[in-house]
Structures are given as structure tokens and as C-alpha cells.
């Protein structure tokens, strides 16, 4: 697909109508970044990198909203609180004050992505050492009896989550 925003809607009656069967929905988005959140020092970082080769983006622009509920229109309501550009590394911190709850949109020229999640620069009290491991597949969709390549980075985290790559396992 090319790049954007999408959705997929999926029912169990072929005409999707809701008085007959289930219908649902799933947003999704087509993109080339790949950022991975860590924190140094205490803080929010990412790291920016390309999606299919795994290179660091550098002046990917990394854009913070603040979000608010309005009373007075009975909705919420998205604020930009800050702007950085990522930079030789792919790296950036984010505009995050201490204590405050964010969601980040990160673009370059026509490639845009929103975090689905919100940020926040709350302080942390240290944390156990842990290993994850992140499994990346060929394709999103398989058919059945259908051959699954993936392949698996493992990262180690010390007390301040700052991410380390184990080679070789």
C-alpha cells in the first residue's frame, strides 16, 4: 500500500451490514519510520530509523500534542507543545516537560506517522534489568499452510532501560 493512513473493516456477512452480522474496524498506517522509544537519563528518547533497511533517519521532524479535555465544547482537544528534528543518529528527545503526557507525530517529506500512544516524562524509579526479544516477519499476512519467515532481535535493558542489542543469540 502506499504510504497513509488506512483502515481494514471486516464482518462476517459478505454485504457488511451491521443489522445481519458483526462489523469492526482496525486503523492502521503504511510507513518507512520506524521509531523505538527508550529513556536515557530519565527522559523520553527515540530512535529513528528506516523501516526497511534499518538506517537512522536524520531531520525527521518529531511534532508533541498535548491533549486537553474542553469542557465548553464537550470534546477532546490536541495542542502543539513542541517541535525537534532528529538528528545524524536518528535520535531526538522529544518536547516532554517533566510530568506531562504527550502524543508524538513524526514526519518526513510525504511519510508521516502518529504514535498510537501517549508519552509521558514522568519520573521513574529504577527499574529491574530485563531482556525482550522483537520478531519481525516477511509479510503481515500469511494463508494457512504457509511457510512463516521471521526473524528475532533480542535487547537487553539495564536499570535505566537504556537498550542494548545481544549479538549473536
Known sequence: LPLGSWMVLL???PDFDPTRGVLT????????LAPVQ?????RVKFAVANRQ??????????????RKYDYNNNRQEYRQV?????DRDGLVTPDVNENQSVQL?????????WGNEFYNNYRQQKQRPSRQVHFFTD???????????????????????????VENE
Open 11 to 13: 464482518s462476517n456477512v
Open 25 to 32: 474496524y482496525a486503523p492502521f498506517a503504511v510507513s518507512n
Open 38 to 42: 527508550f529513556r536515557e537519563n530519565g
Open 53 to 66: 533497511t534499518g538506517a537512522p533517519l536524520a531531520n525527521v521532524q518529531t511534532t508533541s500534542f498535548e
Open 82 to 86: 513542541g517541535q525537534k528534528m532528529t
Open 105 to 113: 507525530r513524526f514526519s518526513i517529506g510525504s511519510d508521516t506517522l
Open 139 to 165: 509479510r503481515s499476512l500469511y494463508r494457512p499452510g504457509q511457510t512463516v519467515y521471521f526473524k528475532g532481535v533480542i535487547v537487553d535493558r539495564d536499570t535505566d532501560q537504556m537498550p542494548e542489542i
